[in-house]
């Protein structure tokens, strides 16, 4: 008993302040505007759960030539929301401080979409058609198509994140977030799109991982610790629970959002097990193993995306996660 009681007040330290101590202000910089895919940050942020882990917390929006992650790098913010693994293989290249501590999206939302009733049914078909993408997702994902299923350069065509080209003719595929860009052909194209999401093919990054600076964690894990379980918290309680408060505040912080853009994505979400699927199912919400870093950055290296010799492993830490918090939040 004595024991039992030992951990749970060891808990309740890290969780939480005692009563009366001063916040500590955290700030917190998303890759992108307000939206849905942001859903449990905002989540945590409107129902208190930051503040109950003794954090003031700021989210600071992205969007369009923001760049955050330099702010990160100066010490004007704490956490950063980072697209994918490879931005961290990136960091580890070119000596940059930083560090994932958590893996929020278990699976990559990139799709590549196509026409129905083209004869495209597998992943592999898509080998016939014209591909719209762009220039980052040439340099990465696409090295990897190549690579794995043969893929060529010259069917290639850039993508201007604009849907009117592929709306225009039925033998292009078109990549896009599951969460996103289905929506808007069924929407301005009035048909349903053949989806493949790359991430149910082999190409198994993380997205959308929280990255902080290694000084930060080297001099304050609590910190670290307690924003990364109230994030988690926020992602259970966003996916299962009443989001109507987070939601009203990502369509004020993004008034071109919707209530029916975000039921879209948080359906696909789900669906896909974007968040919470694999190894999330027993060691919970922003899961990462070295098992599933080393499988990416061989696929990565294999595909010439990044260099074989850099220390890959520097790249994140497996210190604040795997925990098991927030198990409970999911629905039996």
């Given at each position: 008993?004595?024991?039992a009681?030992?951990?749970?007040?060891?808990?309740?330290s890290?969780?939480?302040?005692?009563?009366?101590?001063?916040?500590?202000?955290?700030?917190?910089?998303?890759?992108?505007?307000?939206?849905?895919?942001?859903?449990?940050?905002y989540?945590?942020?409107?129902?208190?759960?930051?503040?109950?882990?003794?954090?003031?917390?700021?989210?600071?929006?992205?969007?369009?030539?923001?760049?955050?992650?330099?702010?990160?790098?100066?010490?004007?913010?704490?956490?950063?929301?980072?697209a994918?693994?490879?931005?961290?293989?990136?960091?580890?290249?070119?000596?940059?401080?930083?560090?994932?501590?958590?893996?929020?999206?278990?699976?990559?939302?990139?799709?590549?979409?196509?026409?129905?009733?083209?004869?495209?049914?597998?992943?592999?078909?898509?080998?016939?058609?014209?591909?719209?993408?762009?220039?980052?997702?040439?340099?990465?994902?696409?090295?990897?198509?190549?690579?794995?299923?043969?893929?060529?350069?010259?069917?290639?065509?850039?993508?201007?994140?604009?849907?009117?080209?592929?709306?225009?003719?039925?033998r292009?595929?078109?990549?896009?977030?599951?969460?996103?860009?289905?929506?808007?052909?069924?929407?301005?194209?009035?048909?349903?799109p053949?989806?493949?999401?790359?991430?149910?093919?082999?190409?198994?990054?993380?997205?959308?991982?929280?990255?902080?600076?290694?000084?930060?964690?080297?001099?304050?894990?609590?910190?670290?610790?307690?924003?990364?379980?109230?994030?988690?918290?926020?992602?259970?309680?966003?996916?299962?629970?009443?989001?109507?408060?987070?939601?009203a505040?990502?369509?004020?912080?993004?008034?071109?959002?919707?209530?029916?853009?975000?039921?879209?994505?948080?359906?696909?979400?789900?669906?896909?097990?974007?968040?919470?699927?694999?190894?999330?199912?027993?060691?919970?919400?922003?899961?990462?193993?070295?098992?599933?870093?080393?499988?990416?950055?061989?696929?990565?290296?294999?595909?010439?995306?990044?260099?074989?010799?850099?220390?890959?492993?520097?790249?994140?830490?497996?210190?604040?996660?795997?925990?098991?918090?927030?198990?409970?939040?999911?629905?039996?």
């Amino acid at each position: 008993m004595k024991r039992a009681t030992a951990i749970l007040t060891a808990v309740f330290s890290v969780a939480a302040p005692a009563a009366g101590q001063p916040l500590d202000k955290v700030t917190f910089a998303t890759n992108w505007v307000a939206q849905s895919e942001h859903g449990g940050f905002y989540q945590a942020l409107v129902d208190g759960t930051y503040r109950k882990h003794g954090l003031e917390l700021t989210i600071l929006p992205g969007g369009p030539n923001v760049t955050h992650r330099l702010q990160l790098l100066a010490g004007r913010i704490e956490f950063y929301m980072s697209a994918n693994t490879l931005q961290g293989f990136d960091a580890v290249a070119q000596n940059i401080p930083t560090l994932a501590v958590a893996a929020i999206f278990q699976k990559d939302p990139q799709v590549l979409l196509a026409h129905p009733g083209q004869g495209i049914e597998k992943f592999e078909d898509l080998k016939k058609l014209t591909l719209l993408i762009s220039k980052e997702g040439v340099a990465s994902y696409y090295q990897w198509m190549k690579r794995e299923f043969g893929f060529d350069d010259k069917q290639v065509r850039p993508y201007t994140f604009n849907p009117q080209p592929f709306l225009a003719d039925k033998r292009t595929a078109m990549q896009g977030y599951v969460t996103s860009e289905p929506y808007a052909v069924e929407t301005l194209g009035g048909f349903k799109p053949q989806t493949f999401l790359i991430a149910d093919h082999g190409f198994n990054s993380y997205s959308t991982l929280i990255e902080t600076r290694r000084d930060l964690v080297e001099k304050n894990p609590r910190l670290v610790q307690r924003f990364v379980d109230a994030s988690i918290l926020g992602w259970y309680n966003y996916l299962y629970g009443d989001n109507a408060a987070a939601n009203a505040r990502i369509k004020r912080d993004n008034p071109e959002m919707t209530d029916v853009r975000i039921a879209y994505s948080i359906a696909k979400m789900k669906e896909h097990g974007i968040v919470d699927s694999g190894d999330t199912l027993k060691l919970g919400i922003g899961a990462m193993t070295d098992a599933r870093m080393k499988s990416f950055f061989d696929k990565m290296a294999s595909a010439g995306v990044v260099k074989p010799g850099i220390d890959y492993r520097r790249s994140y830490s497996l210190q604040f996660v795997n925990k098991g918090v927030g198990l409970n939040l999911r629905p039996k």
